[in-house]
T-cell receptor, first 114, second 111 residues
Framework: EPEVTQTPSHQVTQMGQEVILRCVPI?????FYWYRQILGQKVEFLVS????????KSEIFDDQFSVERPDGSNFTLKIRSTKLEDSAMYFC????????????FGSGTRLTVV | SQQGEEDPQALSIQEGENATMNCSYK?????LQWYRQNSGRGLVHLIL?????REKHSGRLRVTLDTSKKSSSLLITASRAADTASYFC???????????FGGGTRVLVKP
């Protein structure tokens, strides 16, 4: 079964550093998303991406964050100047067109900011 | 803002019993989905029910949707120890839109 692949599975970074979280969505999917889950809390929407541009973003997704689809397969989330409160699981998801089916989530990247 | 909330927050049952959990939301939806998350792992899509559907089955899973009450239920029949996980409902307002997740129900199935 097709999978969404995320790398790395775990990233530890110093406060203030920049991190790039990588995702390879399912190849024929057209809608891409980033979510995060702080330990013990709800899964929160960060950003959605369609047709090579951001289609929606949450309040969390401020200037510290950016997304890119640098080629036909990768979808990245960049977090600049990381803060302790950015520590969370970050999930990438994708869905097909028309997107009336379940979303496929990756296994997540656990980001720990120290 | 629309919000899914699951009830109960935690559920402990014996293997073989049925597990039922509920989800409520606040605004109109397009689809409602249920996901499973094993501890520290990713989200696995279980089942999707459209706003014009009332009930759906998939294997040991049964989902109902009552749009008049803005609520859904997930029933897992004949539970197994491997069903131990957190279960989340998630709603969207339109196809392709963001998912809004509830807080989840932690299910423990004791062997």
């Amino acid at each position: 079964e097709p999978e969404v692949t995320q790398t790395p599975s775990h990233q530890v970074t110093q406060m203030g550093q920049e991190v790039i979280l990588r995702c390879v969505p399912i190849s024929n999917h057209l809608y891409f998303y980033w979510y995060r889950q702080i330990l013990g809390q709800k899964v929160e929407f960060l950003v959605s991406f369609y047709n090579n541009e951001i289609s929606e973003k949450s309040e969390i997704f401020d200037d510290q964050f950016s997304v890119e689809r640098p080629d036909g397969s990768n979808f990245t989330l960049k977090i600049r100047s990381t803060k302790l409160e950015d520590s969370a699981m970050y999930f990438c998801a994708s869905t097909g067109d028309p997107p009336n089916y379940g979303y496929t989530f990756g296994s997540g990247t656990r980001l720990t900011v120290v | 803002s629309q919000q899914g909330e699951e009830d109960p927050q935690a559920l402990s049952i014996q293997e073989g019993e049925n597990a039922t959990m509920n989800c409520s939301y606040k605004t109109s939806i397009n689809n409602l989905q249920w996901y499973r998350q094993n501890s520290g792992r990713g989200l696995v899509h279980l089942i999707l029910i459209r706003s014009n559907e009332r009930e759906k089955h998939s294997g040991r899973l049964r989902v109902t949707l009552d749009t008049s009450k803005k609520s859904s239920s997930l029933l897992i029949t004949a539970s197994r120890a491997a069903d131990t996980a957190s279960y989340f409902c998630a709603t969207d307002k339109a196809a392709g839109n963001k998912l809004t997740f509830g807080g989840g129900t932690r299910v423990l199935v004791k062997p």
